[in-house]
T-cell receptor, first 112, second 115 residues
Framework: ELKVEQNPLFLSMQEGKNYTIYCNYSTTSDRLYWYRQDPGKSLESLFVLLSNGAVKQEGRLMASLDTKARLSTLHITAAVHDLSATYFCAVVSNFGNEKLTFGTGTRLTIIP | KAGVTQTPRYLIKTRGQQVTLSCSPISGHRSVSWYQQTPGQGLQFLFEYFSETQRNKGNFPGRFSGRQFSNSRSEMNVSTLELGDSALYLC??????????????FGNGTRLTVT
């Protein structure tokens, strides 16, 4: 069974600082997705990573995928308050069916 | 372009009842998938439909069922409700389904409370 773990689960950081959220998964996959969820809202797609070494950037967020290490990172540069949200990674295994398995989520709070 | 629409937004039911949730995908999207979100279990996959056929199913009991209509709209049904079914139920649509280059577009969810 595919397991997806994120760390940290909770993260408070000051505006202007840099930090990284980690997403580890337990089986071979070269398809990984990052989503954002604001409190009381639905999920919004951030990045689609479909190959080893894939790197995507949007504003202050950058995501990368290392399929050999079974690891994706979401890097936040010079955080601003608007980035406060819960971030989820989601993985589809290369084997078997096409189920999307979500990570536990990282609740990010940016402190002014 | 209209987004994914889920109705109703909120539901309160009692144990033993059944409930039907509705999801209208983005126009042109043929895949609709359903997820349950709870504080304890996080986001869990329920099932996915593509062109009226169930392609995948998560590890939920048979009380949870769904279907998709020819216009891609989907419904999810939960019978014999239990307290543990209280959750936010999210529907997502995409062109080709989870695990493809097209990301999922989520609706705002239906908040189900079972008393």
């Amino acid at each position: 069974e595919l397991k997806v773990e994120q760390n940290p689960l909770f993260l408070s950081m000051q505006e202007g600082k840099n930090y990284t959220i980690y997403c580890n998964y337990s089986t071979t996959s070269d398809r990984l997705y990052w989503y954002r969820q604001d409190p009381g809202k639905s999920l919004e797609s951030l990045f689609v990573l479909l190959s080893n070494g894939a790197v995507k950037q949007e504003g202050r967020l950058m995501a990368s995928l290392d399929t050999k290490a079974r690891l994706s990172t979401l890097h936040i540069t010079a955080a601003v308050h608007d980035l406060s949200a819960t971030y989820f990674c989601a993985v589809v295994s290369n084997f078997g069916n096409e189920k999307l398995t979500f990570g536990t989520g990282t609740r990010l709070t940016i402190i002014p | 372009k209209a987004g994914v629409t889920q109705t109703p937004r909120y539901l309160i039911k009692t144990r033993g009842q059944q409930v039907t949730l509705s999801c209208s995908p983005i126009s042109g999207h043929r895949s609709v998938s359903w997820y349950q979100q709870t504080p304890g279990q996080g986001l869990q996959f329920l099932f996915e439909y593509f062109s009226e056929t169930q392609r995948n199913k998560g590890n939920f009991p048979g009380r949870f069922s769904g279907r998709q209509f020819s216009n891609s709209r989907s419904e999810m049904n939960v019978s014999t409700l239990e307290l543990g079914d209280s959750a936010l139920y999210l529907c997502a649509s995409s062109l080709d389904g989870p695990g493809t280059i097209s990301p999922l577009h989520f609706g705002n969810g239906t908040r189900l409370t079972v008393t």
